[in-house]
Protein backbone atom coordinates (compact mmCIF):
# COMPACT_ATOMS: atom_id res chain seq x y z
CA UNK A 1 0.00 0.00 0.00
CA UNK A 2 1.33 3.44 -0.73
CA UNK A 3 0.30 5.76 1.98
CA UNK A 4 0.03 9.45 0.96
CA UNK A 5 1.28 11.03 3.59
CA UNK A 6 0.14 15.09 5.07
CA UNK A 7 3.10 17.65 4.39
CA UNK A 8 3.43 18.43 7.62
CA UNK A 9 3.58 14.08 8.60
CA UNK A 10 6.66 14.42 6.03
CA UNK A 11 7.72 17.10 7.60
CA UNK A 12 8.13 15.41 10.77
CA UNK A 13 11.90 14.25 11.60
CA UNK A 14 12.33 10.67 14.31
CA UNK A 15 13.31 13.26 17.62
CA UNK A 16 16.99 12.93 18.09
CA UNK A 17 16.58 12.43 21.66
CA UNK A 18 14.93 9.58 21.09
CA UNK A 19 17.08 8.27 18.87
CA UNK A 20 20.14 9.08 21.00
CA UNK A 21 18.63 7.18 24.02
CA UNK A 22 17.64 4.02 21.73
CA UNK A 23 21.56 3.85 22.03
CA UNK A 24 21.88 4.44 25.89
CA UNK A 25 18.97 1.70 26.36
CA UNK A 26 22.54 -0.97 25.24
CA UNK A 27 23.89 -2.28 28.71
CA UNK A 28 27.24 -0.38 29.66
CA UNK A 29 26.20 2.95 28.66
CA UNK A 30 26.53 5.66 31.54
CA UNK A 31 23.37 7.68 30.18
CA UNK A 32 23.67 11.53 30.94
CA UNK A 33 21.38 12.50 28.04
CA UNK A 34 18.03 12.04 29.13
CA UNK A 35 15.38 14.37 30.69
CA UNK A 36 14.15 11.99 32.97
CA UNK A 37 14.10 12.44 37.13
CA UNK A 38 15.43 9.82 39.25
CA UNK A 39 13.18 7.06 39.55
CA UNK A 40 14.27 6.78 43.44
CA UNK A 41 12.19 10.05 43.94
CA UNK A 42 9.10 8.24 42.92
CA UNK A 43 7.09 7.85 46.07
CA UNK A 44 6.01 4.04 45.41
CA UNK A 45 4.30 3.50 49.06
CA UNK A 46 1.85 6.39 49.03
CA UNK A 47 0.75 5.76 45.31
CA UNK A 48 0.05 2.49 46.75
CA UNK A 49 -2.17 3.56 49.15
CA UNK A 50 -3.78 6.15 47.36
CA UNK A 51 -4.80 4.11 44.54
CA UNK A 52 -6.41 1.91 47.31
CA UNK A 53 -7.92 4.58 48.80
CA UNK A 54 -9.60 5.72 45.52
CA UNK A 55 -10.94 2.71 44.47
CA UNK A 56 -12.26 1.69 47.17
CA UNK A 57 -13.68 5.61 48.47
CA UNK A 58 -14.32 6.77 44.33
CA UNK A 59 -13.72 3.65 42.42
CA UNK A 60 -16.98 3.79 40.06
CA UNK A 61 -15.80 7.56 39.20
CA UNK A 62 -12.59 6.85 39.13
CA UNK A 63 -13.27 4.46 36.40
CA UNK A 64 -15.37 6.52 34.38
CA UNK A 65 -15.23 9.37 31.83
CA UNK A 66 -15.15 12.47 33.25
CA UNK A 67 -15.12 16.63 32.05
CA UNK A 68 -13.15 17.64 29.80
CA UNK A 69 -11.36 20.71 32.81
CA UNK A 70 -10.06 18.01 34.81
CA UNK A 71 -11.06 16.91 38.84
CA UNK A 72 -12.29 19.54 40.88
CA UNK A 73 -10.62 19.30 43.93
CA UNK A 74 -6.98 18.50 41.90
CA UNK A 75 -7.88 21.70 39.94
CA UNK A 76 -8.59 23.67 43.54
CA UNK A 77 -5.08 21.71 44.83
CA UNK A 78 -3.26 23.60 41.32
CA UNK A 79 -4.77 26.81 42.41
CA UNK A 80 -3.88 27.11 45.56
CA UNK A 81 0.14 25.98 44.88
CA UNK A 82 0.78 28.62 42.87
CA UNK A 83 2.03 31.72 44.31
CA UNK A 84 -0.74 34.45 42.75
CA UNK A 85 -4.06 34.40 42.94
CA UNK A 86 -5.56 31.64 40.45
CA UNK A 87 -9.14 31.00 40.23
CA UNK A 88 -9.42 26.73 40.16
CA UNK A 89 -12.34 27.73 36.78
CA UNK A 90 -8.84 28.99 35.09
CA UNK A 91 -6.78 26.03 35.48
CA UNK A 92 -7.27 23.01 32.85
CA UNK A 93 -5.48 19.38 33.83
CA UNK A 94 -3.47 18.22 31.03
CA UNK A 95 -2.22 14.92 29.38
CA UNK A 96 1.44 16.46 31.19
CA UNK A 97 2.38 19.85 29.93
CA UNK A 98 3.62 18.51 26.40
CA UNK A 99 -0.02 18.56 25.69
CA UNK A 100 -0.34 21.98 27.12
CA UNK A 101 1.88 22.80 24.21
CA UNK A 102 0.19 20.62 21.86
CA UNK A 103 -3.18 22.86 22.49
CA UNK A 104 -1.70 26.34 22.15
CA UNK A 105 -0.25 25.24 19.28
CA UNK A 106 -3.23 23.80 17.98
CA UNK A 107 -5.26 27.61 19.08
CA UNK A 108 -2.66 30.11 18.89
CA UNK A 109 -0.94 28.87 15.40
CA UNK A 110 -1.52 29.31 12.06
CA UNK A 111 0.89 27.90 9.15
CA UNK A 112 3.98 30.85 9.06
CA UNK A 113 2.78 32.32 12.37
CA UNK A 114 5.90 33.54 14.13
CA UNK A 115 6.66 31.99 17.52
CA UNK A 116 9.70 33.85 19.47
CA UNK A 117 11.76 30.91 21.17
CA UNK A 118 14.70 31.35 23.83
CA UNK A 119 18.15 30.47 22.49
CA UNK A 120 18.48 27.43 22.98
CA UNK A 121 14.66 26.70 23.65
CA UNK A 122 13.10 23.02 24.87
CA UNK A 123 12.97 21.02 22.29
CA UNK A 124 10.10 19.40 23.06
CA UNK A 125 8.07 22.83 22.80
CA UNK A 126 9.66 23.15 18.91
CA UNK A 127 8.33 19.54 18.28
CA UNK A 128 4.84 20.30 19.56
CA UNK A 129 4.48 23.66 18.04
CA UNK A 130 5.39 21.92 14.59
CA UNK A 131 2.61 19.90 12.95
CA UNK A 132 1.15 23.88 12.56
CA UNK A 133 3.81 24.85 10.62
CA UNK A 134 4.16 28.14 12.50
CA UNK A 135 8.08 29.90 11.86
CA UNK A 136 10.38 29.69 14.72
CA UNK A 137 12.39 32.79 15.45
CA UNK A 138 15.57 32.94 17.75
CA UNK A 139 15.49 35.33 20.28
CA UNK A 140 18.86 36.57 21.56
CA UNK A 141 19.62 34.98 25.39
CA UNK A 142 22.16 35.50 28.21
CA UNK A 143 22.89 34.00 31.36
CA UNK A 144 20.40 35.80 32.93
CA UNK A 145 17.24 34.30 30.37
CA UNK A 146 15.87 35.91 26.76
CA UNK A 147 17.33 39.52 25.85
CA UNK A 148 14.26 42.46 25.95
CA UNK A 149 15.46 44.64 23.29
CA UNK A 150 15.55 41.71 20.89
CA UNK A 151 12.36 40.28 21.87
CA UNK A 152 10.93 43.79 21.41
CA UNK A 153 12.47 44.33 18.01
CA UNK A 154 11.19 40.82 17.32
CA UNK A 155 7.98 41.23 18.63
CA UNK A 156 5.98 42.44 15.55
CA UNK A 157 3.26 39.83 14.30
CA UNK A 158 4.17 37.49 16.87
CA UNK A 159 1.78 35.56 18.36
CA UNK A 160 3.48 34.85 20.97
CA UNK A 161 6.62 34.40 22.84
CA UNK A 162 7.54 30.45 24.26
CA UNK A 163 9.73 31.06 28.00
CA UNK A 164 11.40 28.90 30.69
CA UNK A 165 12.38 30.96 33.20
CA UNK A 166 13.45 28.32 35.71
CA UNK A 167 16.21 25.84 35.51
CA UNK A 168 15.41 26.10 32.12
CA UNK A 169 15.56 22.72 29.62
CA UNK A 170 18.17 22.49 28.06
CA UNK A 171 20.82 25.11 29.63
CA UNK A 172 19.80 24.91 33.53
CA UNK A 173 20.10 28.99 33.43
CA UNK A 174 16.94 30.72 35.40
CA UNK A 175 15.87 33.92 34.69
CA UNK A 176 16.81 36.74 37.06
CA UNK A 177 14.35 39.38 39.11
CA UNK A 178 15.51 42.15 36.90
CA UNK A 179 14.77 40.61 33.71
CA UNK A 180 11.27 39.23 34.90
CA UNK A 181 10.34 42.63 35.68
CA UNK A 182 11.67 43.74 32.13
CA UNK A 183 10.59 40.83 30.01
CA UNK A 184 7.18 41.03 31.83
CA UNK A 185 6.83 44.94 31.34
CA UNK A 186 8.32 44.91 27.36
CA UNK A 187 5.71 42.15 26.41
CA UNK A 188 2.93 43.41 27.92
CA UNK A 189 3.75 47.11 26.42
CA UNK A 190 4.10 45.42 22.69
CA UNK A 191 0.93 43.06 23.41
CA UNK A 192 3.09 39.81 23.49
CA UNK A 193 1.36 37.08 24.64
CA UNK A 194 3.97 35.21 26.97
CA UNK A 195 3.57 31.13 27.53
CA UNK A 196 5.68 30.00 30.50
CA UNK A 197 6.66 26.85 30.97
CA UNK A 198 7.38 25.97 34.90
CA UNK A 199 7.84 21.88 35.11
CA UNK A 200 10.90 22.57 36.69
CA UNK A 201 10.35 25.14 39.11
CA UNK A 202 10.16 23.61 42.62
CA UNK A 203 13.49 21.89 42.11
CA UNK A 204 15.20 25.12 43.49
CA UNK A 205 18.74 23.93 45.66
CA UNK A 206 19.46 27.07 47.94
CA UNK A 207 16.40 29.38 47.21
CA UNK A 208 13.28 29.59 45.23
CA UNK A 209 13.60 31.36 42.03
CA UNK A 210 11.89 34.59 41.39
CA UNK A 211 7.95 35.09 41.18
CA UNK A 212 6.67 33.61 37.70
CA UNK A 213 6.17 35.81 34.44
CA UNK A 214 2.32 35.17 34.93
CA UNK A 215 1.92 36.11 38.75
CA UNK A 216 3.02 39.65 37.26
CA UNK A 217 0.69 39.77 34.13
CA UNK A 218 -1.88 36.97 34.09
CA UNK A 219 -4.32 38.09 31.29
CA UNK A 220 -0.64 38.20 28.89
CA UNK A 221 0.13 34.88 29.99
CA UNK A 222 -0.62 30.69 29.72
CA UNK A 223 1.13 29.12 32.38
CA UNK A 224 2.00 25.52 31.95
CA UNK A 225 3.01 22.96 35.24
CA UNK A 226 3.56 19.68 35.84
CA UNK A 227 4.07 17.13 38.43
CA UNK A 228 5.77 14.68 36.19
CA UNK A 229 9.58 16.26 37.85
CA UNK A 230 7.75 16.42 41.86
CA UNK A 231 5.91 12.87 41.46
CA UNK A 232 6.19 11.02 38.75
CA UNK A 233 6.18 11.66 34.63
CA UNK A 234 4.21 8.04 34.21
CA UNK A 235 1.42 9.68 35.04
CA UNK A 236 0.86 12.25 32.65
CA UNK A 237 -0.48 14.39 34.20
CA UNK A 238 0.13 18.70 34.10
CA UNK A 239 -1.90 21.51 34.02
CA UNK A 240 -2.25 25.41 32.70
CA UNK A 241 -3.69 28.18 33.77
CA UNK A 242 -5.31 30.65 30.77
CA UNK A 243 -6.68 33.47 30.77
CA UNK A 244 -10.63 34.19 30.10
CA UNK A 245 -9.81 34.99 26.40
CA UNK A 246 -8.63 31.76 25.59
CA UNK A 247 -9.44 28.97 27.74
CA UNK A 248 -12.30 28.00 26.41
CA UNK A 249 -10.42 27.61 22.42
CA UNK A 250 -8.01 25.49 24.70
CA UNK A 251 -10.73 23.55 26.46
CA UNK A 252 -12.34 22.82 23.12
CA UNK A 253 -9.03 21.26 21.78
CA UNK A 254 -8.45 19.62 24.90
CA UNK A 255 -11.82 17.91 24.15
CA UNK A 256 -10.93 17.27 20.67
CA UNK A 257 -7.56 15.81 21.62
CA UNK A 258 -8.32 13.34 24.56
CA UNK A 259 -11.92 14.09 25.99
CA UNK A 260 -10.37 14.65 29.27
CA UNK A 261 -6.42 13.47 31.70
CA UNK A 262 -6.96 9.98 33.07
CA UNK A 263 -9.64 10.08 36.05
CA UNK A 264 -7.73 7.61 37.90
CA UNK A 265 -4.49 9.28 37.61
CA UNK A 266 -6.31 12.61 38.63
CA UNK A 267 -8.09 11.47 41.59
CA UNK A 268 -4.50 9.45 42.60
CA UNK A 269 -2.60 12.00 42.49
CA UNK A 270 -5.13 14.32 44.67
CA UNK A 271 -5.16 11.87 47.02
CA UNK A 272 -0.88 11.55 47.41
CA UNK A 273 -1.41 15.87 47.87
CA UNK A 274 -3.71 15.69 50.73
CA UNK A 275 -2.28 16.99 53.96
CA UNK A 276 0.59 18.64 52.35
CA UNK A 277 2.34 15.66 51.24
CA UNK A 278 4.38 17.63 48.68
CA UNK A 279 5.65 19.81 50.85
CA UNK A 280 7.62 17.34 52.18
CA UNK A 281 8.54 15.09 49.68
CA UNK A 282 9.78 17.85 47.35
CA UNK A 283 12.49 19.12 49.66
CA UNK A 284 13.77 15.36 49.51
CA UNK A 285 14.18 16.01 45.75
CA UNK A 286 15.81 18.90 46.21
CA UNK A 287 18.52 17.57 48.25
CA UNK A 288 19.02 14.24 46.02
CA UNK A 289 19.73 16.85 43.00
CA UNK A 290 21.69 19.31 44.39
CA UNK A 291 23.73 16.77 45.69
CA UNK A 292 24.37 15.58 42.57
CA UNK A 293 24.97 18.50 40.66
CA UNK A 294 27.40 18.79 43.16
CA UNK A 295 29.35 15.61 42.29
CA UNK A 296 28.79 16.51 38.78
CA UNK A 297 30.47 19.97 39.24
CA UNK A 298 33.37 18.07 40.79
CA UNK A 299 34.28 15.59 38.55
CA UNK A 300 33.96 18.35 35.51
CA UNK A 301 36.68 20.78 37.75
CA UNK A 302 39.03 17.88 38.34
CA UNK A 303 38.40 16.13 34.54
CA UNK A 304 37.95 19.29 32.34
CA UNK A 305 40.66 20.68 33.86
CA UNK A 306 43.23 22.34 30.93
CA UNK A 307 40.55 21.43 28.04
CA UNK A 308 38.97 24.84 28.03
CA UNK A 309 35.89 23.20 28.14
CA UNK A 310 33.48 25.56 29.92
CA UNK A 311 30.41 24.84 32.09
CA UNK A 312 27.48 26.26 34.59
CA UNK A 313 26.55 25.72 37.76
CA UNK A 314 22.61 25.37 37.74
CA UNK A 315 20.55 26.30 40.87
CA UNK A 316 17.95 23.97 40.41
CA UNK A 317 16.28 21.49 38.08
CA UNK A 318 18.15 18.76 36.18
CA UNK A 319 20.24 20.01 33.43
CA UNK A 320 24.03 21.49 33.51
CA UNK A 321 24.85 23.13 29.83
CA UNK A 322 28.68 22.50 28.56
CA UNK A 323 30.51 24.30 26.05
CA UNK A 324 33.37 22.37 24.28
CA UNK A 325 36.70 23.61 23.00
CA UNK A 326 37.36 25.47 19.71
CA UNK A 327 37.43 23.24 17.45
CA UNK A 328 35.19 20.23 18.76
CA UNK A 329 31.57 19.39 17.81
CA UNK A 330 29.27 18.01 19.90
CA UNK A 331 27.53 15.62 17.27
CA UNK A 332 30.71 14.28 15.97
CA UNK A 333 31.94 14.10 19.49
CA UNK A 334 28.54 12.01 20.58
CA UNK A 335 29.88 8.54 18.71
CA UNK A 336 32.95 8.47 20.27
CA UNK A 337 31.52 8.85 23.53
CA UNK A 338 29.28 6.10 23.44
CA UNK A 339 32.37 3.85 22.49
CA UNK A 340 33.75 5.35 25.74
CA UNK A 341 30.08 4.50 27.25
CA UNK A 342 28.88 7.44 28.13
CA UNK A 343 26.04 9.63 26.33
CA UNK A 344 25.05 12.92 26.32
CA UNK A 345 22.27 15.35 24.27
CA UNK A 346 24.27 17.51 21.71
CA UNK A 347 23.14 20.94 22.18
CA UNK A 348 22.17 21.51 18.50
CA UNK A 349 18.67 20.59 18.02
CA UNK A 350 17.33 22.63 21.14
CA UNK A 351 17.94 26.22 19.26
CA UNK A 352 15.56 27.41 16.39
CA UNK A 353 17.97 29.51 14.67
CA UNK A 354 21.42 28.74 14.11
CA UNK A 355 23.48 27.10 16.84
CA UNK A 356 26.54 26.65 18.60
CA UNK A 357 27.72 23.01 17.41
CA UNK A 358 29.76 23.18 20.42
CA UNK A 359 27.04 22.67 23.52
CA UNK A 360 25.97 20.04 24.97
CA UNK A 361 23.42 18.73 27.86
CA UNK A 362 23.89 17.19 30.45
CA UNK A 363 21.79 15.47 33.11
CA UNK A 364 22.96 15.22 36.44
CA UNK A 365 20.10 13.66 37.90
CA UNK A 366 19.85 9.81 37.22
CA UNK A 367 23.17 8.44 37.56
CA UNK A 368 25.21 7.41 40.73
CA UNK A 369 27.90 9.24 42.06
CA UNK A 370 30.84 6.41 40.92
CA UNK A 371 28.92 6.51 37.08
CA UNK A 372 29.04 10.46 36.80
CA UNK A 373 33.17 10.11 38.04
CA UNK A 374 33.37 7.54 35.59
CA UNK A 375 31.07 9.00 32.61
CA UNK A 376 32.73 12.16 33.04
CA UNK A 377 36.66 10.88 32.71
CA UNK A 378 35.12 8.76 29.65
CA UNK A 379 33.83 12.59 28.32
CA UNK A 380 36.98 14.44 29.03
CA UNK A 381 39.15 11.21 26.94
CA UNK A 382 36.80 11.48 24.19
CA UNK A 383 37.25 15.06 24.03
CA UNK A 384 40.80 14.44 24.27
CA UNK A 385 40.76 12.44 21.38
CA UNK A 386 39.03 14.58 19.06
CA UNK A 387 41.59 18.12 19.90
CA UNK A 388 44.47 15.51 19.22
CA UNK A 389 42.84 15.00 15.49
N1 LIG B 1 8.39 21.37 29.27
C1 LIG B 1 9.68 21.15 29.52
C2 LIG B 1 10.60 22.32 29.55
C3 LIG B 1 10.15 19.87 29.78
O1 LIG B 1 11.45 19.68 30.03
C4 LIG B 1 9.24 18.78 29.76
C5 LIG B 1 9.69 17.37 30.05
N2 LIG B 1 10.84 16.94 29.44
C6 LIG B 1 7.91 19.07 29.46
C7 LIG B 1 7.51 20.36 29.24
C8 LIG B 1 6.87 17.98 29.38
O2 LIG B 1 6.64 17.43 30.62
P1 LIG B 1 5.36 16.58 30.97
O3 LIG B 1 4.56 16.40 29.72
O4 LIG B 1 5.88 15.31 31.51
O5 LIG B 1 4.62 17.39 32.00
Redesign the pocket.
Same mark, same amino acid.
Given at each position: MQWKLAARAEKMNPSVIREILKVTERPGIISLAG?LPSPKTFPIAEFAEACANVLHKDGQAALQYAASEGYGPLREAVSQMLPWKVDPAQVLITT?? @? @?G #?DLIAKVLLDPGSRVLVETPT?L %??LQAFSPMEPEPVSVASDDEGVSVEDMVAKSKDARFIYL #?PNFQ?PTGRTMTEERRAAVSAAAAKAGLPIIE?N?YGELWFDEAPPLPLTARNPEGCVY #?G?F?KVLA?GL?L %?FLVAPKAIFPKLLQAKQAADLHTPSFNQRMVSEVMKEGFLNKHVPTIRALYKRQRDVMLAALTREMNGLQVQFNKPNGGMFLWLRLPPGVDAVALLPKAVERGVAFVPGLPFYAGEGDPRTLRLSFVTASDQEIDTAIAALADAIREQLAH
Open positions: GGS @Q @Q #LY %GA #LNDP #LSSPR %G
